[in-house]
């Protein structure tokens, strides 16, 4: 069975930074694009980044280019996120997910099943 | 690439067939993606390559469209259906959502 677990959502003051990290598990980790995806408390999903299968391309939303990171480690089969200056505005449940297939255009399937909560606050 | 889901909002009866529009900003082929979210859990995978039903997703629900204009179809409600549903697409990257569209009981 296919298993995603985040973990390292905190609260933290605005500049500050945050790694998220995502065990998954159930599945060839380095076969697949992985992603995170968050949603903004009471409000809709966001792309944030992927990253294909090697680790050697990624991919971000504007709204975090130049301040979050993704990264890999096959070994471990861990999915990461740098989050550096943070802001309010990047308070949010993060997700990770897998692609669904081996191309990365098919949907993501599953994503990882709580989240983590990241709360960007003074 | 903006995707505008419309309606918003939509209340319906079990029973119901409904319909979900999904609309892009430029031609994304048949890259888009329908997903399913129940309060508190993480979104599903429902559609995917607009069509595309994924393993283990009832036969009510199945999506059509291509370039910029594409439907998610529930041909009879069910209680469990009940939720909020997304588009995605995945044609070019940044990959983006729609705004969601709120299925709530009449």
Same mark, same amino acid.
């Given at each position: 069975e296919v298993q995603l677990v985040e973990s390292g959502g905190d609260l933290v003051q605005p500049g500050g930074s945050l790694r998220l990290s995502c065990a998954a598990s159930? &599945?060839? &980790? =380095?076969?697949y694009v992985m992603s995170w995806v968050r949603q903004a408390p009471g409000k809709g999903l966001e792309w944030v980044s992927a990253i294909s299968g090697s680790g050697g391309t990624t991919f971000y939303a504007d709204s975090v280019k130049g301040r979050f990171t993704i990264s890999r480690d096959n070994s471990e089969n861990t999915l990461y996120l740098q989050m550096n200056s943070l802001t309010a505005e990047d308070t949010a449940i993060y997700y990770c997910a897998k692609a669904a297939y081996y191309y990365d255009s098919s949907g993501y399937y599953p994503f990882g099943g709580r989240g983590t909560l990241v709360t960007v606050s003074s | 690439i903006q995707l505008t889901q419309s309606p918003s909002f939509l209340s319906a009866s079990v029973g119901d067939r409904v319909t979900i529009t999904c609309r892009a900003s430029q031609g994304i082929s048949s890259y888009l993606a329908w997903y399913q979210q129940k309060p508190g859990k993480a979104p599903k995978l @429902?559609? /995917? +390559? +607009?069509s595309t039903m994924q393993s283990g997703v009832p036969s009510r629900f199945s999506g059509s469209g291509s370039g910029t204009e594409f439907t998610l179809t529930i041909s009879s409600l069910q209680p469990e259906d009940f939720a909020t549903y997304y588009c995605q697409q @995945? =044609?070019? /990257?940044?990959y983006s959502f729609g705004q969601g569209t709120k299925l709530e009981i009449k």
């Open positions: 159930g &599945f060839t &980790f =380095n076969s | @429902l559609i /995917y +390559a +607009a @995945l =044609n070019s /990257y940044p």
